[in-house]
């Protein structure tokens, strides 16, 4: 980096190194760069074992601008030396970094940020728990009402929980006030706090009261205009798939699985589905009778499958995985690893008996 | 040109073995990637400088696990070739092997 150790030094180190003196190391060094050169010149790269490869890259034509006079020029074709390192001195390099693994971030909510630790008061950190408390809580609230369709109780527990957590913002939005105002007073900042629980805990105490004896339907019509929105919403989203709606399809001389796929659904690798479908008239998945009836499945958007679609796919691969295991062992780990590329799930719960090492294979992946 | 090339033809420089000459690489090699291990840059006339650099760490969309990966910090070697060199070899011709 910064640090850089001058030719002199190099040269001493590696007659050190080898054991010989400093002029036959430098007249080695010297050599060996001819050769490089040489070498590029001759045949474009040069490989050195444990070390890398230096190469000729053609960088094509491209238009630039003269940075002093803006005008545009045109940069021609040149090539440029490039050096790649082999992996033994990657992974030297990397020393101090290795054994780190990506690791994935889930909720990628910006929330996380409003709510950063507050280092000073504690009512106020108190209230950054509470914070988080309730925001957590709500999408538990939301849950289980999206999939019940209609019930009376739930809509009135996620009204609830709304204006909690439209007025929380205005509350840290307050403390981040009071904490760049160095000037207020810490007790009085967390005397309002509280206050301002009280209220808020107040409110809900009396709301609840009166309402739970009305008939909660005609009631948050008419107050909370959110959640009827949020209802609707609901409402329209898909049922629990457990069957495809499937229509048949005649195939034509020529035509396999693959390519019906691909026109039929929009993406052919999604053919398992069809094999999965259609295992009475398909034993081996390689051969569709012409001018038979298949059934095929209606799926919305190929690009972006539901859960169900995706099971369906997966499992579609693992009969797959079986068919290939009987008759073409070599080649059907494959589809046990497109097995996982579907549903990972199913790979940690196999229908049936899967080889150890296929899964291996299949999870290595 | 392949590492044993190289080896044949800095033997015949030389005039060391090719054993000989090949251990001799071996050990430059050793120190230039040790020294670039301690994070120093070496440069080497005629040839260009090594260096290395840190890739701080960086966020990336994963496809397949349809969320956000943490990619860790690494460092790799750069390597600026020299003056000379890049003009040696700019405008030539390379026939493939």
């Known amino acids: ?365 | 040109m392949k590492y044993k090339e190289l080896i044949d033809r800095l033997s015949e420089k030389t005039g060391d073995s090719k054993i000989k000459t090949r251990e001799i690489l071996q050990d430059a090699v050793d120190v230039l990637s040790e020294q670039l291990s301690q994070g120093k840059g070496v440069s080497v006339p005629d040839l260009g400088t090594f260096s290395t650099k840190v890739n701080p760490e960086k966020k990336v969309y994963n496809p397949h696990y349809e969320a956000y990966l943490m990619v860790p910090p690494k460092r790799t070697v750069e390597f600026n070739p020299s003056t000379n060199l890049k003009e040696e070899v700019k405008y030539l011709k390379i026939n493939d092997e």
């Open chain 1, 1 to 365: 980096m910064s640090e850089k150790i001058t030719f002199k030094e190099l040269v001493e180190l590696i007659a050190k190194q080898s054991q010989q003196s400093q002029s036959s190391a430098n007249s080695f060094i010297t050599e060996l760069v001819q050769i490089i050169e040489s070498g590029l010149k001759s045949s474009g790269s040069v490989s050195i074992s444990g070390f890398g490869k230096f190469e000729l890259r053609w960088m094509n034509e491209r238009k630039g601008t003269n940075p002093q006079t803006g005008q545009e020029i045109t940069i021609p074709g040149q090539n440029k030396v490039v050096f790649k390192p082999y992996k033994a001195l990657r992974e030297d390099i990397n020393a101090p970094y290795a054994g780190l693994k990506p690791r994935i971030i889930r909720d990628q909510v910006e929330e996380s940020e409003a709510v950063a630790p507050n280092p000073a008061a504690k009512s106020e950190k108190k209230e950054s728990i509470d914070d988080l408390l309730i925001e957590r809580e709500n999408p538990h609230f939301v849950k289980p009402f999206t999939k019940e369709t209609k019930s009376t109780k739930k809509p009135e527990q996620t009204k609830e929980k709304r204006p909690v957590a439209a007025k929380i913002p205005g509350e840290s939005r307050m403390a981040e006030e009071v904490q760049k105002s160095g000037s207020f007073k810490w007790s009085y900042a967390a005397a309002l706090m509280i206050v301002l629980i009280a209220f808020i805990l107040l409110f809900f105490m009396l709301q609840r009261d009166t309402e739970t004896p009305e008939v909660p339907a005609t009631v948050h019509m008419e107050q909370v205009e959110p959640p009827v929105a949020d209802e609707t919403d609901v409402v329209a989203e898909p049922r629990e798939q457990t069957e495809f709606e499937t229509e048949s399809f005649s195939v034509e001389p020529g035509q396999s699985l693959w390519t019906i796929a691909e026109n039929q659904l929009g993406n052919p690798y999604l053919w398992p589905i069809l094999y999965n479908l259609n295992r009475d008239l398909l034993i081996n998945p390689n051969q569709l009778p012409a001018a038979s009836e298949i059934q095929i499945p209606t799926i919305s958007d190929p690009e972006n499958l539901n859960e169900f679609e995706r099971e369906q796919t997966a499992l579609g691969y693992f009969s797959l995985y079986e068919w290939n295991r009987e008759n073409n062992p070599e080649e059907a780990r494959y589809f046990l690893w497109a097995v996982g590329v579907f549903s990972p799930e199913l790979l940690d719960e196999p229908p049936s008996e899967v080889e150890p090492d296929d899964l291996a294979f299949a999870l290595s992946r």
